[in-house]
């Protein structure tokens, strides 16, 4: 009888056992893990570039994250110094380089994501052109 018992139970218990991924499962995931890989490793290279003490200049003025602002920060209206400009100009190539790598790492599992993130750099890009052409 408890064998019984026992052998129903486990029985009860292999038909919640939860089944494996769907294949749509698998792939959503696998896309999941590439945009965070993708993400992370635009992450590193972006700091780099900003940290460098090339880009020291800009960084009194240009949080690396809004969040991050100080109130300094808000509050600067100057535009940006001859030499300022330099400094950016000389720093793009290699900020656009990080950024082709993400968007080379996105665009084959997530074309769409991609796609998005490629507008938002476009923006981005008009805004830095906007800063230089101010002076």
Known sequence: ???????????MLAGC????????????????????????TFRSCS???YNSSQFA??????PESV???TPQQLADQDYA??????TILQAHPQFAACRTDYLNQLSQPT????????????QMQNKL???IQKN
Do not use: C, W
């Open 1 to 11: 009888m408890k064998r019984a018992m026992i052998a129903s139970i486990v029985v």
């Open 17 to 40: 056992s939860p089944s494996p991924p769907t294949t749509a499962q698998r792939e959503y995931q696998a896309m999941v893990s590439n945009a965070q890989t993708a993400a992370q």
């Open 47 to 49: 700091d780099a570039v």
């Open 57 to 62: 200049p800009i960084r009194v003025h240009y």
């Open 67 to 69: 969040v991050q602002a």
């Open 81 to 86: 110094t001859g030499s300022e400009i330099k």
């Open 111 to 122: 074309p769409t994501l991609a796609t998005m993130e490629t507008a938002a750099f476009a």
């Open 129 to 131: 052109i906007g800063l």
